[in-house]
């Protein structure tokens, strides 16, 4: 018995498998964000804002922090929201790396979770449309051969 995927794949049309493969391979892309928000949760740390912190009116904050083993950092600060008084305020509490921080730790583990999920979910779907694809085609082919062989 073959494989289901060799099936999968055989039943597929040569646009349908090229199709395929791009949207399997464009599901990589959440993959790798979810991977460096993973390796940000493990691997940073705890600081404290230097100085104060500029920010946009709709983007990201700017500052320097100091980590906890005595580094520091500088960089865009994520999920800060300030109004233009606020900025004046020093030692925020931040989670962060030599060139990023965040407010909160647990914004990069929500991140990475739903990147997961939604990378998992993505392929998920994208096999099964491919799956039923496959066997509409596979049933149309042979209908078509029974009906070309009784047509005189």
């Not at 060799?6 to 646009?15: A, D, N, S, T, Y």
């Not at 959440?30 to 100085?51: C, I, K, M």
């Not at 085609?137 to 042979?142: G, I, L």
């Amino acid at each position: 018995m073959r494989s289901w995927i060799v099936e999968l794949v055989g039943g597929l049309r040569p646009w349908q498998r090229g199709a395929l493969v791009v949207c399997l391979c464009a599901l990589v892309l959440p993959l790798w964000f979810a991977a460096g928000n993973t390796d940000r949760y493990r691997h940073g740390q705890s600081a404290v804002t230097e100085g104060h912190v500029d920010c946009e009116w709709d983007g990201p904050c700017r500052g320097a922090w100091t980590l906890a083993d005595g580094s520091r950092g500088r960089g865009s600060i994520d999920g800060l929201d300030f109004t233009a008084e606020e900025e004046l305020i020093e030692d925020i509490p931040l989670f962060g790396g030599r060139d990023w921080a965040v407010a909160d730790r647990g914004t990069l583990l929500r991140h990475a979770v739903a990147q997961y999920t939604g990378a998992t979910a993505g392929a998920a779907l994208v096999v099964w449309i491919a799956r039923r694809r496959s066997t509409y085609n596979r049933e149309m082919r042979a209908l078509t051969r029974r009906y070309r062989r009784t047509t005189p």
